[in-house]
């Protein structure tokens, strides 16, 4: 399924941003949903997932302060992120995967099929 991310931009350190992926084509309620971030030099790295059976999981260091949410009337997938640091700076990348998804596996870069083309998000200090 074709992912477009967007809303992504500069923000200062405290700050607060929302992300978007929409998807195209029909289904979108069957889809587990991730956002990971890749800064510079680094890998890549989970930040939030929303799986089908409407479960979320957040990596720790995002907890208390990003929120994933999805709209499937919208075939949208959400990240509000709050209190943004400087170490938030990354390029966001949404990812799906349709159908099931190994419980335990919803952080894992191979578990996701699909890839939207990212949009960064700098956070200054």
């Known amino acids: 399924v074709p992912l477009q991310a967007y809303g992504g931009g500069l923000v200062q350190a405290g700050g607060c941003l929302r992300v978007s992926c929409a998807a195209s084509g029909g289904s979108f309620s069957m889809y587990n949903m991730g956002w990971f971030r890749q800064a510079p030099g680094k890998e890549r790295e989970f930040v939030a997932s929303f799986r089908r059976n409407g479960a979320r999981y957040y990596h720790d260091s995002v907890k208390g302060r990003f929120t994933i949410s999805r709209d499937n009337a919208k075939s949208t997938v959400y990240l509000q992120m709050n209190s943004l640091k400087p170490e938030d700076t990354a390029v966001y990348y949404c990812?799906?995967?349709?159908?099931?998804?190994?419980?335990?596996?919803?952080?894992?870069?191979?578990?996701?099929?699909?890839w939207g083309q990212g949009t960064l998000v700098t956070v200054s200090s």
């Open positions: 990812a799906a995967r349709f159908g099931d998804l190994i419980a335990g596996l919803q952080g894992a870069v191979q578990s996701y099929v699909y």
